[in-house]
């Protein structure tokens, strides 16, 4: 160290003992032990052999590192133990089975061939007893029955590409008759359920391309437009659909019926509305 500091020691020396002499350098002098020159005399030799063991460690790691010897960084090590959790996240390792329904019901939806699911308004997209009617100013009482299966599901399903729709008996031509002057005051079939997919879940609108409410009843409707028949048909008609790519979920056994050939699932509990279990637990009969 003494050559060091006189100019004299080679290259090599210098590297070798950098540690020692640039802590020589900054330590006091009354640390190198009485009566020794600077860096010099036995107590200074003494002093700059007795390298603290961690820096010794942390020059043998970062050597290793540095000569491609095997050496292991323990920052690689971190983020790649970062990566690992978060692609098994990703993957759904940490899930409950339940918080995987959504892609369950995507995925048998897929399989039956059906690309285009519709929901009923009433006792499907929310339980509240609206009939299809509610005041402007009670919307958020409506909300407040929003079938809480039924957000996490329809946004499964406009993610993974299925087209969406609304088949209502609640008709918009039969409202503006009933309520007369009244009738801008109150959000009735479709407009009801544009306004609680806004509300609710807003990304998934731009799936639902057609809302239909029709009453055959009130328009005395031929048996062929009975039931939800005359909704589907012009649902399967937007969308270039053949009738069996499209599936409905409804209240009512009656209007699940039909000749000619789209699914149909039977929402049980009006209470509750939309649930997984209407479809991935149904019982045979319950599914078309």
């Known amino acids: 160290l003494a050559q060091a500091v006189s100019g004299r020691a080679s290259f090599a020396m210098l590297r070798r003992h950098r540690l020692p002499l640039v802590r020589a350098l900054r330590a006091p002098a009354a640390k190198l032990g009485a009566g ?40 690689g090590l ?41 929901f009923e308004l009433d ?4 339980s509240a007893k609206a009939q299809g009617c509610v005041p402007k100013h009670e919307l958020e009482l409506f909300l407040q029955g929003t079938s809480q299966d039924w957000l996490p599901a329809v946004k499964a399903l406009a993610f993974r590409g299925f087209k969406l729709a609304i088949a209502t008996r609640s008709d918009p031509s039969v409202w503006d008759k009933t309520l007369g002057s009244n009738r801008d005051r109150y959000l009735v079939g479709p407009e009801l359920a ?36 005359y909704h589907m048909r012009r649902i399967a008609k937007h969308y270039g659909a053949a009738p069996g790519e499209l599936v409905l979920f409804d ?24 649930q997984f279990s209407d479809y991935l637990q149904a019982p045979a009969n319950a599914v078309s």
């Open 123 to 126: 006792g499907v997209l929310s």
């Open 194 to 229: 544009k306004a609680l997919i806004l509300k609710r879940c807003p990304e998934v609108l731009p799936a639902f391309e057609i809302m239909v409410g029709y009453d055959p009843q009130a328009h005395q409707a031929a048996p062929e437009d009975s039931g939800k028949r």
């Open 251 to 274: 209240t009512s056994a009656g209007d699940l019926a039909n000749e000619e050939g789209w699914h149909g699932v039977l929402v049980r509990d009006v209470r509750q509305g939309f």
């Open 36 to 75: 020794a020159p600077l860096l010099g005399g036995p107590a200074g030799r003494r002093w700059a052999a007795g390298v603290d063991q961690n820096e010794r460690d942390r020059q043998l790691v970062d050597e290793a590192n540095a000569r491609g010897y095997g050496g292991i960084s323990i920052s």
């Open 78 to 118: 971190f983020f790649a133990g970062v990566g690992c959790v978060g692609g098994g996240w990703y993957a759904g390792w940490f899930e409950r089975a339940d918080a995987r329904r959504e892609y369950q019901l995507a995925d048998r939806l897929k399989a039956q061939g059906c690309r285009i699911v519709v």
